[in-house]
């Protein structure tokens, strides 16, 4: 018991229950406190022994309630390090330095629109993980390609396309919030807003275009603007200006100012504008992550 904190807020601790929150492996994760039980009149009394059980089973249910979402957690990370064995020059860093800068250009967009802080830092967390796995597809790619010193040949660029598809398809079985996000973010982090981008309309499951989304040759017609999720179009922007800030197996690191006019060149083209705008205001925050995560 700290009597500080007594002392801090005026206010008088008289009685405790205090319950370990133990993991299956009765391990302490927290603990549950009680204070001041009260009779009905208002009087603080002890607490009674029968109250005890009740409470057990609280703090059991909180227990577990903890350990799944570590689960969840540990997992999700377990899948960023396994993405990161097949490519540890591009996606160790890279996976961080985009997920920073989704939350904060995110949260930069959150608040010109006026949505409340609470709901704004829970979307930030799932968006942070959603943007940790946005080239999750890239393992289902040939090392040929994945790492190929070279540019593409137009083939293999097709194949590489398909990691959208195989990232998003991870998480097709929605059921959670974090699933939505990491699907859209998966598939839609290639979209461009003015609708030139892929993979586009497509079945998860096949790769092929979605009934009544194809062109004249068949292909799936790409999404463009709000057609696009809000996080595929965040992630979009940030993995664009990690990439060209970046150096990869086939080219040197972009110097800044060059990279900073393609992003301006690209608002309502590539990139949705609000997005470019937001991105602009916390680059000071942007570029302190770079150093952060190098």
Known sequence: FNKSIDESSNYRTQSILTIPLKTSTGKITGVLQLINAMDESGKVI??????????????????????????TRTILLRMISMAELRDPKETGNHVNRVAGYSIEIYETWAKKKNIPQKEIDKTKDILRMAAMLHD??????????????????????????????????????????????????????????????????V?????????????????????????????????????????????????????EERVLSIIREERGKQFDPEIVDAFFVCLPTIKSLQKRYP
């Open 46 to 71: 002890h607490f009674r022994k029968e109250l005890e059980p009740y409470c057990g089973y609280f703090a059991n249910n909180a227990a577990v309630a903890l350990e799944r979402a570590q689960l």
């Open 136 to 201: 999750v597809g890239k393992v289902a790619i040939s090392d040929t390609i994945l790492k190929k010193p070279a540019r593409f040949t137009d083939e293999e660029y097709k194949i590489m396309q398909k990691h959208t598809t195989f990232g998003a398809r991870l998480f097709h079985n929605i059921t959670s919030d974090f699933d939505e996000a990491a699907k859209d973010v998966a598939l839609n982090h290639h979209e461009r807003y003015e609708g030139n981008g892929y993979p586009g309309y």
């Open 203 to 255: 079945d998860l499951m096949t790769g092929e275009a979605l009934p009544g989304y194809t062109d004249s040759d068949g292909n799936p017609l790409p999404k463009n603007g709000e057609e696009i999720p809000l996080f595929g179009r965040i992630v979009a922007l940030s993995d664009v200006y990690d990439a060209l800030s970046s150096a990869r197996v086939y080219k040197e690191a972009w110097d």
